[in-house]
């Protein structure tokens, strides 16, 4: 079982940048496969990034590429989720997530996580 704490969200200005951390506490961290979703009021939460269990393979949502970063630091038990050009349309909770999954794609759909953060709130001001 494992654990997961987000930090590092805020208020940031349209084409500013924020670095989301999150925090996994457990064993066997490098055993799983993990994702960002995020969610905005009144709308379904969201497939945002996701990481497969050996940093390998990345893959994210269209509207975030080449903006958004998703990564891992197995020794820390700690994700990442560098977001540069923030636009107000990024405004939402975002929620780390975590899966036991060995294979070389991360799940992309939240149906497929069994863990889950509190959420972190971003906002992007325009």
């Known amino acids: 079982q494992v654990q997961l704490v987000e930090s590092g969200g805020g208020l940031v200005q349209a084409g500013g940048s924020l670095r989301l951390s999150c925090l996994a506490s457990?064993?066997?961290?490098?055993?799983?496969?993990l994702g960002w979703f995020r969610q905005a009021p009144g709308k379904e939460r969201e497939f945002v990034a996701a990481?497969?269990?050996?940093?390998?393979?990345?893959y994210y949502t269209d509207s975030v590429k080449g903006r958004f970063t998703i990564s891992r630091d197995n020794a820390k038990n700690t994700l990442y989720l560098r977001m540069s050009s923030l636009k107000p349309e990024d405004t939402a909770v975002y929620y780390c997530?975590?899966?036991?999954?060995?294979?070389?794609?991360?799940?992309?759909?939240?149906?497929?996580?069994?863990?889950w953060g509190q959420g972190t709130q971003v906002t992007v001001s325009s």
């Open positions: 990481i497969n269990w050996s940093g390998t393979s990345t």
């Open positions: 457990g064993r066997s961290f490098s055993s799983y496969a």
């Open positions: 997530s975590a899966t036991v999954s060995r294979h070389t794609r991360a799940p992309d759909t939240t149906g497929e996580y069994g863990y």
